[in-house]
């Protein structure tokens, strides 16, 4: 229950059912002349008098107060104090503080629209910065450390640079996924304007993402944030986060909206190839693929994401040949409707743009999209992949190469 401040007495907001609302339609008198005092640094000190005595506990917040029921939990905007109330006394337990920082740049990845379920991802789906916008996603981004600074992921570091100054680096990049709190400061404000929120990511095996958002998810409300291992990652996460957004914008319960994502995850494909497997070997994500490392020959590997690993499909002479597989492997997940198609790059539009053309006449939806300073910090410049579906699963009516564009 949200009592608001000063002259807005009659706005009373309940959560938790016809019970809450009679209670608040009894205790309205009784809110309304306890409060007397503003307060602290709305006019003057707040007395002991101006908490409301309703048998639990109360949080200020600027002009306007939370009543919080033991087990509620409690986020405060300024990041001073939040927490669980604790069912012996409702002590408020302390989070992990996201910084300044972190909350500006959640900020900026975050479009905030009413509606039922809100959609979070992490910046590893490498999704364009206006499609996010258009489909109200929240991306919630990783760090990237990288010549001796920490770096948010396509916030502070976009892709054109990260490949320009990867060459001259003296020490490999690493990265790091975001803490909980970073999670918990996202699912509290969006569960302001919706409902409940969807959160996919990237596949566990690959990163602690999964895990940081499950413990941020437990830190607001579990309740209410369903937290989803996508078993991907890149252009393929990406696409299931858009669908997750086409099954969203109908209206349904956030249950829904994952039993589809979950269904559809085991239909969405990715393929690639690297210029070096060094890369992965480096940052420990080479997964399966390291049967590959040693290799006398000079061989490009075909790589797939299989069951949320690196696996090896098969070795090629050229990497032009391992695109021509990379296209016909794509080209086989057809099943007649056409596909939806994310074409992702690490520093080689022209060989990405060469992929599109050829899958171009089959694709439902075709985008193109650098990998962001994350991924491309474990696969190395040259990558080119692709991510896809079979377009009768879910359409999503989205093209943005140069020969058909269409609007999000």
């Given at each position: 229950m949200?009592?608001?401040g000063?002259?807005?007495d009659?706005?009373i907001?309940?959560?938790?059912?016809p019970?809450?609302?009679?209670s608040?339609?009894r205790?309205?008198?009784?809110?309304?002349?306890?409060?007397q005092h503003?307060p602290?640094?709305?006019g003057?000190?707040?007395s002991?008098?101006s908490?409301?005595?309703l048998?639990?506990r109360?949080?200020?917040h600027?002009?306007?107060v939370r009543?919080?029921?033991?087990?509620?939990?409690?986020?405060?905007?300024?990041?001073?104090?939040?927490?669980?109330?604790?069912?012996?006394?409702?002590?408020?337990?302390?989070?992990?503080?996201?910084s300044?920082?972190?909350?500006?740049a959640?900020?900026?990845?975050?479009?905030v629209t009413?509606?039922?379920v809100a959609?979070?991802?992490?910046?590893?789906?490498?999704?364009?910065?206006?499609?996010?916008?258009?489909?109200?996603?929240?991306v919630?981004?990783l760090?990237?450390?990288?010549?001796?600074?920490?770096l948010?992921?396509?916030?502070e570091?976009r892709?054109s640079?990260?490949?320009?100054?990867?060459?001259n680096?003296t020490?490999?990049?690493?990265?790091?996924?975001?803490s909980?709190?970073?999670?918990?400061e996202?699912?509290?404000?969006?569960l302001?304007?919706?409902?409940?929120?969807?959160?996919?990511?990237i596949?566990e095996?690959?990163?602690?993402?999964?895990?940081?958002?499950?413990q941020g998810?437990?830190?607001?409300?579990?309740?209410?944030v369903?937290?989803?291992?996508?078993?991907?990652?890149s252009?393929?996460?990406?696409?299931?986060?858009l669908?997750?957004?086409?099954?969203?914008?109908k209206g349904?319960?956030?249950?829904?909206v994952?039993?589809?994502?979950?269904e559809?995850?085991?239909h969405?494909?990715?393929?690639?190839?690297?210029?070096?497997?060094?890369?992965?070997?480096?940052?420990g994500?080479?997964?399966?693929a390291?049967?590959m490392?040693?290799?006398?020959l000079q061989?490009?590997?075909?790589?797939?994401?299989?069951?949320?690993?690196?696996?090896?499909?098969?070795?090629?002479?050229?990497?032009?040949?391992a695109l021509?597989?990379?296209v016909?492997l794509t080209?086989?997940?057809?099943?007649?409707?056409?596909?939806?198609?994310?074409?992702g790059?690490?520093?080689?539009?022209a060989?990405?743009?060469?992929?599109?053309?050829?899958l171009?006449?089959?694709?439902?939806?075709l985008?193109?999209?650098?990998?962001?300073?994350v991924v491309?910090?474990h696969a190395?410049?040259?990558?080119?992949?692709?991510?896809c579906?079979?377009?009768?699963?879910?359409?999503?009516?989205?093209?943005?190469?140069a020969?058909?564009r269409?609007?999000?």
């Amino acid at each position: 229950m949200h009592v608001h401040g000063p002259g807005t007495d009659s706005g009373i907001r309940t959560h938790g059912g016809p019970d809450a609302h009679r209670s608040a339609d009894r205790d309205r008198g009784r809110i309304s002349r306890r409060r007397q005092h503003p307060p602290p640094g709305r006019g003057g000190a707040r007395s002991d008098d101006s908490c409301i005595d309703l048998g639990c506990r109360v949080a200020w917040h600027g002009s306007w107060v939370r009543v919080l029921r033991r087990g509620d939990f409690h986020h405060c905007d300024r990041g001073r104090r939040a927490g669980r109330a604790e069912t012996d006394g409702g002590a408020l337990l302390q989070e992990p503080q996201t910084s300044a920082r972190d909350r500006s740049a959640a900020g900026r990845n975050r479009a905030v629209t009413a509606g039922k379920v809100a959609i979070v991802t992490d910046s590893t789906a490498d999704l364009p910065s206006q499609l996010v916008k258009t489909r109200g996603i929240t991306v919630v981004p990783l760090t990237l450390n990288f010549e001796g600074r920490s770096l948010l992921d396509g916030v502070e570091i976009r892709p054109s640079e990260f490949y320009r100054r990867l060459p001259n680096a003296t020490t490999h990049p690493t990265t790091s996924q975001p803490s909980p709190g970073r999670f918990a400061e996202a699912y509290s404000e969006l569960l302001n304007a919706h409902t409940e929120v969807v959160s996919i990511h990237i596949s566990e095996k690959l990163s602690g993402t999964y895990a940081s958002a499950v413990q941020g998810a437990e830190m607001t409300d579990p309740k209410r944030v369903h937290v989803i291992d996508s078993q991907l990652v890149s252009m393929s996460l990406g696409l299931l986060t858009l669908a997750a957004t086409e099954v969203a914008r109908k209206g349904v319960a956030a249950s829904e909206v994952e039993k589809r994502v979950s269904e559809m995850r085991e239909h969405v494909q990715t393929y690639f190839s690297v210029a070096t497997l060094e890369f992965l070997r480096r940052g420990g994500r080479i997964g399966r693929a390291s049967a590959m490392l040693g290799s006398v020959l000079q061989v490009k590997p075909v790589l797939c994401i299989r069951d949320g690993l690196v696996t090896p499909l098969e070795r090629v002479r050229t990497f032009d040949r391992a695109l021509n597989r990379v296209v016909e492997l794509t080209r086989e997940v057809d099943r007649g409707q056409g596909l939806c198609v994310i074409v992702g790059h690490a520093d080689a539009e022209a060989d990405a743009e060469r992929v599109a053309r050829e899958l171009e006449p089959m694709a439902e939806t075709l985008m193109i999209q650098p990998l962001g300073p994350v991924v491309g910090a474990h696969a190395g410049p040259g990558v080119v992949g692709v991510g896809c579906y079979p377009a009768d699963l879910l359409p999503l009516g989205i093209k943005t190469t140069a020969s058909a564009r269409t609007p999000a």
